[in-house]
């Protein structure tokens, strides 16, 4: 059985259904297997925007955005010292940062959230979405060794008339008490015959979507949609564009935010709309957990999962490493079962100053501007205040910049030795608020925010490694670059350091700053969090 359908048609036509039943008794000879589970490819939380639509209504965006607490972190004295003096985050205080940060990259769904997830076994447990003439192809390809499954949906001849194609499926998953819940994709756009979205904000060569219930029972839908750049986005509440014929990754924001809040997820959807399209899905993940489990996981050393990093050597004569943040497809995660405040030792952030309580001081500035000479337009870091749940916000700016490069932001010493730690990683909250420039440049180094840590090996050679945070454009450096949504707070938490390669020793300086043009981000609830720590660990199955 594929479709089951109930609809009127001819001219004029008034009909109801109700209490609609579909029996199938239970045949113990039939085996439908479960999903096999296959590392998805992370998303690179790329643009995250959210809207709520109560059904069956045309959709009409709300905000969705993260709250995130300020960290409570009690830097001391403001006196500017070359090596910061270490302040021990509280067992509660480290939870409650804990509980801030986004989806791990390397997050892997809740049991039964998702069969065929990664449509491994084509399109088993998904049921077709089709409507309108022309021919209607969906199918699950091959594209790569690097994808090797793929759901494609190709609506071809369909003139000037409106179809849909794609796949659902029903889930009665029940996120009441989920403090996370996200959803990430790898999405290609290989064309689109519209040249918007339409006039609905609901024409999308690409569109993801689920329906839930709050805790009222009524029903409301989060959809997000992907038209090939150059065409005219009408409604970015709910849509990006991207490049076309190009993979994008993309990680929803936390929709556990939404309002109402939803209490039951009931489907999830993933299919074109329009006249003629086609897209490509694969790796689809629907994350549903707790925070705290969530994010131990990936800081408690990673568990099993095994990320090598990829060697960048820039034109200077010093090394940059740079850690892939993708996961290989042979990786598997294994669950932990302690958190990080039951840790044998409490982490410490080895930074002072990192929530800007205590404005600049501990930092130094970084400035470097034009070619001619002469300072840009504007070129101001400063703290300031965005409500009581960001008291405390670094702002950088530079405009006027005449088109010339320039890099704005912060940086301080840290000389702290790291050798025995077996957890580093940096938490904060970004938000990328403008850029001039629409990608990361032809060196992976112009990012509206970015932050970077210089490090010493064991055989004294320097490395640096960074993260880059973008709101739009191409990224050609994915394993250094991440797109987020603009002018919305995004939690970043990272991998854990202590797996560079080569292995760090010394910590040497932190910098956090923009590059570009023009560019406006702000920065807050920084931390570094290092420790030695024993993780108990679990047997695999």
Not at 37 to 62: F, G, L, Y
Not at 239 to 247: A, I, L, S
Not at 492 to 501: A, C, D, G, P
Request: hydrophobic share 35%.
């Amino acid at each position: 059985i594929t479709r089951v359908k109930a609809y009127g048609e001819g001219l004029g036509f008034h009909g109801r259904v109700t209490n609609l039943a579909l029996a199938s008794e239970y045949a113990p000879d039939i085996v439908v297997p479960e999903e096999t589970t296959v590392a998805a490819k992370p998303a690179a939380a790329v643009s995250e925007k959210a809207t709520v639509t109560a059904k069956p209504a045309a959709v009409a965006p709300e905000k969705a955005t993260v709250t995130a607490k300020p960290a409570v972190v009690v830097p001391e004295k403001a006196t500017v010292t070359a090596k910061p003096a270490v302040v021990a985050i509280a067992p509660d205080e480290l939870e409650e940062i804990l509980e801030q940060v986004a989806l791990p990259e390397i997050g892997t769904p809740s049991t039964g959230t998702i069969k065929n997830n990664n449509f491994t076994a084509g399109l088993q447990c998904w049921q077709p979405i089709k409507s309108g003439d022309g021919e209607l192809i969906l199918k699950v390809v091959k594209e790569s060794s690097k994808y090797p499954y793929v759901l494609e949906f190709n609506r071809k001849d369909g003139e000037r008339t409106k179809g849909m194609l794609g796949v659902s499926q029903n889930m009665n998953l029940s996120v009441a008490d989920n403090r996370l819940i996200t959803i990430s994709a790898n999405i290609k756009v290989l064309s689109a015959t519209l040249d918007s979205d339409g006039t609905r904000g609901g024409v999308y060569p690409v569109t993801l979507e689920i329906t839930y219930n709050d805790k009222t029972g009524k029903e409301y839908s989060w959809r997000h949609g992907f038209l090939s750049t150059g065409k005219r986005l009408n409604y970015p509440e709910i849509g990006e564009t991207v490049v076309d014929n190009t993979w994008v990754a993309y990680k929803s924001e936390n929709l556990a935010m939404l309002k109402p809040e939803p209490a039951i997820i009931t489907s999830l959807m993933i299919y074109g709309e329009g006249w003629g399209f086609h897209g490509q899905v694969a790796n689809l993940v629907l994350v549903a957990e707790g925070t705290l489990t969530a994010v131990s996981q990936q800081l408690v050393e990673e568990a099993t999962i095994t990320t090598k990093p990829a060697v960048v050597v820039p034109e200077k004569a010093t090394v940059t490493t740079i850690l892939a943040a993708t996961v290989p497809e042979e990786a598997t995660a294994t669950t932990i079962s302690t958190s990080v405040a039951e840790a044998e030792k409490i982490p410490e952030t080895l930074i002072k100053n990192g929530d800007f309580t205590h404005e600049l001081n501990s930092w130094e500035w970084i400035k470097e501007g034009s070619t001619s000479g002469n300072d840009v337009g504007i070129a101001k870091i400063t703290v300031v205040n965005e409500g009581s749940d960001y008291p405390f916000v670094l702002e950088i700016n530079r405009t006027g910049s005449n088109e010339q490069k320039g890099v704005l932001g912060l940086k301080q010493k840290i000389g702290q030795r790291i050798e025995d730690y077996t957890l580093l990683a940096v938490v904060m909250d970004v938000k990328v608020i403008s850029s001039s420039l629409e990608s990361d440049g032809t060196n992976g180094g112009e990012y509206p925010a970015c932050i970077e840590i210089t490090y010493e090996d064991r055989a004294g050679i320097f490395h640096t490694w960074k993260q880059g945070f973008l709101c739009a454009g191409n990224i050609n450096y994915p394993k250094i670059g991440v797109r987020v949504p603009q002018n919305k707070w995004y939690i970043y938490l990272s991998t854990n350091l202590t797996k560079l390669e080569p292995k760090p020793k010394i910590l040497k300086e932190i910098k956090i700053y923009g590059q570009g043009h023009d560019f406006t981000a702000k920065i807050t609830n920084l931390n570094l969090i290092g420790g030695k720590m024993t993780i108990p660990r679990q047997e695999e199955d």
